[in-house]
Nanobody
Framework: QVQLVESGGGLVQAGGSLRLSCAASGRTSSGHVMGWFRQAPGKEREFVCAISWRGLVTHYVDSVKGRFTSSRDNAKNTVYLQMNSLKPEDTATYYC??????????????????WGQGTQVTVSS
C-alpha cells in the first residue's frame, strides 16, 4: 500500500507559477511510475504527465508541454510538478498517482492503483 499526499496548490494569476509536491509513504513509491492528473468541475479526470521510476523518462499531455515539468526525488519519496505560464484553463484539482505498471506513456487512470486526495489549483485571468 502506498499513501500519497499532494501539496502546493493555490490561487495564482495567469502567467504565474506553482510547484506541486506529492509525498509518498507506506511501501516505497520508488519502483513506481508516478503520474499527475487533473479534474476540473464537470469534467473527467485527465492525464497531465508521468515520470518513470528513475526519473529518466517523462511524458506530457500536449496542452502542458513546455510549461510543466515533472521531477522526482526517490530518496525523499517525493514527486514534483513545476507549473509555469499557468493559464485559466489549468484550473482544476490536481492528483498524483502511482502506477502499477512501468510505462510512463500510459495515460489511462486504470493503470494507476494509488491516488492522493488532490490539491486545488486556481488560475485567475
Amino acid at each position: 500500500q502506498v499513501q500519497l499526499v499532494e501539496s502546493g496548490g493555490g490561487l495564482v494569476q495567469a502567467g504565474g507559477s506553482l510547484r506541486l509536491s506529492c509525498a509518498a509513504s507506506g511501501r516505497t513509491s520508488s519502483g513506481h511510475v508516478m503520474g499527475w492528473f487533473r479534474q476540473a468541475p464537470g469534467k473527467e479526470r485527465e492525464f497531465v504527465c508521468a515520470i518513470s521510476w528513475r526519473g529518466l523518462v517523462t511524458h506530457y499531455v500536449d496542452s502542458v508541454k513546455g510549461r510543466f515539468t515533472s521531477s522526482r526525488d526517490n530518496a525523499k519519496n517525493t514527486v514534483y510538478l513545476q507549473m509555469n505560464s499557468l493559464k485559466p484553463e489549468d484550473t482544476a484539482t490536481y492528483y498524483c498517482a502511482a502506477q502499477t505498471g512501468t510505462n510512463p506513456y500510459v495515460e489511462n487512470t486504470f493503470q494507476y492503483a494509488y491516488w492522493g486526495q488532490g490539491t486545488q489549483v486556481t488560475v485567475s485571468s
